[in-house]
Nanobody, 122 residues
Framework: QVQLVESGGGSVQAGGSLRLSCAASDRAYCMGWFRQAPGKERGGVALLAGDGTTGYEDSVKGRFTISKDNSKNTLYLQMNKLKPEDTAMYFC???????????????????WGQGTQVTVSS
C-alpha cells in the first residue's frame, strides 16, 4: 500500500496563506487534495495527473496551486488568499493508475492520508 502523511495545516486569518505537504511512501500516478467540513461530504479541491495536468474546484481556482516534488516524493497544495469557507480537514489521496487532469470523486481513490486541519478566521 501507498502510505500518505499530510502536514502544514494550521490556523490563519482571512487573506493569509498556507502550504500543505503530503509525503508519499511510493510513486503514484494520480494524486489529489480533498477537504471535508463538519456535516458535509468529502469533496475534491485539486488533482495532479502523472503528465502534470491539473484540475481545480471552481472556488479555489486562482488561489490554490497543486504541485509535486518528485525528488522528495511529496505532493503540495499552496493555498493563497484563504477565506473562512476554506476551513476544513484537508486530505491527500492517491491511486497508482493513470488519470486525466480533472477532479474525480473521493471514492475513486484508494489511498488516503490522515488529514490536516485548516482553520481560516475572519
Amino acid at each position: 500500500q501507498v502510505q500518505l502523511v499530510e502536514s502544514g495545516g494550521g490556523s490563519v486569518q482571512a487573506g493569509g496563506s498556507l502550504r500543505l505537504s503530503c509525503a508519499a511512501s511510493d510513486r503514484a500516478y494520480c494524486m489529489g487534495w480533498f477537504r471535508q467540513a463538519p456535516g458535509k461530504e468529502r469533496g475534491g479541491v485539486a488533482l495532479l495527473a502523472g503528465d502534470g495536468t491539473t484540475g481545480y474546484e471552481d472556488s479555489v481556482k486562482g488561489r490554490f496551486t497543486i504541485s509535486k516534488d518528485n525528488s522528495k516524493n511529496t505532493l503540495y497544495l499552496q493555498m493563497n488568499k484563504l477565506k473562512p469557507e476554506d476551513t476544513a480537514m484537508y486530505f491527500c489521496a492517491a491511486r497508482q493508475v493513470y488519470c486525466s487532469g480533472v477532479l474525480r470523486p473521493a471514492k475513486w481513490f484508494n489511498y488516503w492520508g490522515q488529514g490536516t486541519q485548516v482553520t481560516v478566521s475572519s
